[in-house]
């Protein structure tokens, strides 16, 4: 079993959906967990950062990690097509250690 | 200008021949990394550093070298490149004390095709 397991999709959707995201890991370790998102030819970005349990929200996005599960979700609301890219899930058991991204997701927001 | 550039942004070489990819920061973070994507696969590391004197290898090292010559440069070498080395590579760094240290940001990658 890979240490984190991301469903690569692709995922379509039209303009205003509500789209979820999500993650499922093998490690109990891990405390920091992070969204990336990378467009076409760009290399990937930071979206989301959260640390432990919890949920966090900016904007459209909302960041959700339930670690008695192990599963993380990203929740995009009112979605966009400049929101079509490929969404990453990335996660580390401590500062200083490497992480270790999920294989993507490729998300597609039709107008 | 950006943070974390990378040079060549393309590269087409030859079975056996020694390349060399640059990655330099203007971060300021004491902290690189180099990986390579792929298709279905995901981005795996190759090798990374803490700061100048330290050197680690990553998931797939074999096959790949690294020099770290100033806190803002990290070269990734091909010894002799073969054509499973095709792959979209990328450099990273982050910050060895901040908050949220564990971020890592992204150069734009190089698209390397070995024939």
């Known amino acids: 079993q890979k240490e984190v397991e991301q469903d690569p999709g692709p995922l379509s959707v039209p303009e205003g959906a509500i789209v979820s995201l999500n993650c499922t890991y093998s490690?109990?370790?891990?405390?920091?967990f992070m969204w990336y998102r990378q467009y076409s030819r760009k290399g990937p970005e930071l979206l989301m950062y959260t640390y432990s349990s919890g949920n966090k929200e900016d904007g459209r996005f909302t960041a959700q990690v339930d670690k008695s599960s192990k599963y993380i979700s990203l929740f995009i609301r009112d979605s966009q097509p400049s929101d079509s890219a490929t969404y990453l899930c990335?996660?580390?058991?401590?500062?200083?250690?490497?992480?270790?991204f999920g294989k993507g997701t490729t998300l597609s927001v039709s107008s | 200008d950006a943070d974390v550039t990378q040079t060549p942004r393309n590269r087409i070489t030859k079975t056996g021949k020694r390349i060399m990819l640059e990655c330099s920061q203007t971060?300021?973070?004491?902290?690189m990394y180099w990986y390579r994507q792929d298709p279905g696969l995901g981005l795996r590391l190759i090798y990374y550093?803490?700061?100048?004197?330290?050197?680690n290898k990553g998931e797939i090292s074999d096959g790949y070298s690294v020099s770290r010559q100033a806190q803002a440069k990290f070269s990734l070498s091909l010894e002799s490149a073969i054509p499973n080395q095709t792959a979209l590579y990328f450099c990273?760094?982050?910050?060895?004390?901040?908050?949220?240290?564990?971020?890592?940001?992204f150069g734009p990658g190089t698209r390397l095709l070995v024939l």
């Open positions: 490690n109990s370790a891990f405390q920091y």
């Open positions: 971060k300021g973070h004491d902290r």
């Open positions: 990273a760094t982050s910050a060895a004390v901040a908050r949220n240290q564990e971020t890592q940001y």
């Open positions: 990335a996660m580390t058991r401590q500062a200083g250690t490497a992480l270790i």
């Open positions: 550093s803490f700061d100048v004197k330290d050197i």
